[in-house]
């Protein structure tokens, strides 16, 4: 069974960064692309970015382009989410799946919190 542990997620004040990484283990599944989600306070779970690795494209969502990028070690089973120029709205807890996502692969998130 695959399992997706997500780590890297801190306390950060606004401007600054943090690099979230997503390891991939068990046994292994074919999926083209892989995502990183969000849920903030109150909000439902949304789209923040996601990576074709047999394209070589990306994609973003319109708050975080240009701030965030998405990238994929495949020797290491593992995805990552630099992000940059934190902003106090990006603040909650951050999970990788497949895109689109598979219910039995959501794990526990990792929080990230960006104080003013």
């Known amino acids: 069974q695959v399992q997706l542990e997500e780590s890297g997620g801190g306390l950060v004040q606004a401007g600054g960064s943090l690099r979230l990484s997503c390891s991939a283990s068990g046994r292994t599944f074919s999926s083209s692309v892989m995502g990183w989600f969000r849920q903030a306070p109150g909000k439902d779970r949304e789209f923040v970015a996601a990576v074709n690795w047999s394209l070589g494209t990306t994609r973003y969502a319109g708050s975080v382009k240009g701030r965030f990028t998405i990238s994929i070690d495949n020797a290491k089973n593992t995805v990552y989410l630099q992000m940059n120029s934190l902003k106090p709205e990006d603040t909650a807890y951050y999970y990788c799946?497949?895109?689109?996502?598979?219910?039995?692969?959501w794990g526990q998130g990792t929080q990230v919190t960006v104080s003013s």
């Open positions: 799946n497949t895109y689109p996502p598979r219910g039995e692969f």
